[in-house]
C-alpha cells in the first residue's frame, strides 16, 4: 500500500455489487436469487451467493442442471445435479505461517481489486468452462473433486453420471 493511501475494504453491498457485476461482464442473468448462463448443449448453470449464518461471510455456490431443456424454467439450487464452490486465498494465516485456499469469503479482509482476481479466476477457470465445453468438464471437475453430485442416494449418482455422457457425440464416459 502506497504511503497516504488509504485500503477500502469491501461492505456487504460493495461484495453484492462486485459479484453482480462479474456475473453480468460473462452474460449471466439474473432471475430472483440466482443468476443463470445456458450453453449450447443444454446445460445450465447457476451461482447462488450463499450467506453464512457465522458471520459477515459468503459461499461462492455454482450449480449444473444438466438436462435444461425448458429455457423459461429457472430451477432452484436444491434442483441441481452438480455443485462446486469458488475458493479464495485466505487472508488469515494458519500455524505454520501459509495462506490457504477457503470456500468462506470473508469480504470484510478483502480490497475490491483483489477479491475480483480471485472471483474472475474462478468464473473463468470453474464455471465457464463446462458452460463452453460441455459435459466431458463436468465430468472430470465432479472425478477430481472439483464439484459434487448434488444427490446423496447412489441411484441419483448413477442417473447424474449418466447425463454427463454425451449420446450426441458419443464423447464422454459412462458410469
Known sequence: MKKGVKE???DTKNFKNLCDRL??????????TMYYKDSNDGIRCGVYLQRSYYGKVYYFNYYYFLDNSDVKVFPQ?????????????????????NYYQTELIKYELYE?????EY?????????????????????DMVKSGTCIIY?????????????????????????
Open 23 to 32: 456475473l453480468k461482464k460473462y452474460g449471466f442473468k439474473k432471475k430472483k
Open 119 to 139: 472471483l474472475e479466476k474462478g468464473i473463468q477457470d470453474e464455471i465457464l468452462l463446462p458452460v463452453k465445453k460441455g459435459r466431458q468438464v463436468i465430468y
Open 112 to 116: 475490491e481489486k483483489e477479491l475480483e
Open 77 to 97: 439450487y436444491f434442483e441441481a445435479d452438480v455443485y462446486g464452490r469458488i475458493t479464495v486465498l485466505s487472508k488469515i494465516k494458519e500455524r505454520d505461517g
Open 151 to 175: 444427490k446423496f442416494r447412489s441411484k441419483e449418482e448413477e442417473e447424474v453420471m449418466q447425463k454427463l455422457y454425451d449420446f450426441k457425440t458419443g464423447e464422454g464416459q459412462k458410469s
Open 8 to 10: 477500502t475494504l469491501m
